[in-house]
Structure formats: C-alpha cells, structure tokens
C-alpha cells in the first residue's frame, strides 16, 4: 500500500470518529434536555396533601 492511500484512508477514518463522536454528542444533550423536562413535569404534578388523609368505611 502506498503512502497517499494509506493518508487518505486514515484521514477518512479520522473523519468517521469525529462525526461519530458529534453526534453522540447530540444524542447526549437531547436525553439531558428530555430527562430536565421530564424532571419539571414530574414535580409540576406532584400534590403535597396527597395521601395524607385516608377514608374508610367499615
């Protein structure tokens, strides 16, 4: 194998880990900006008098 294409299959390969890596980096803020959402709406449903009182009828 001669020098020019072994640079250019290393620079392609240099090329695959960097896209590879940008978009696990994409795929990592989209799970950090779903599980904030799903944080602010678990605490938006949250009733503090739930459970407290409980009725019964014998």
Known sequence: MDIAAMSTML??????QA????VLNMAKGQAEQ???QL???MNASLDPN???NLDLRV
């Open 11 to 16: 620079s392609q390969a240099s090329l695959s």
């Open 19 to 22: 896209v590879g890596i940008k």
């Open 34 to 36: 779903q599980s904030q």
């Open 39 to 41: 944080v602010q709406m």
């Open 50 to 52: 739930l459970g407290k």
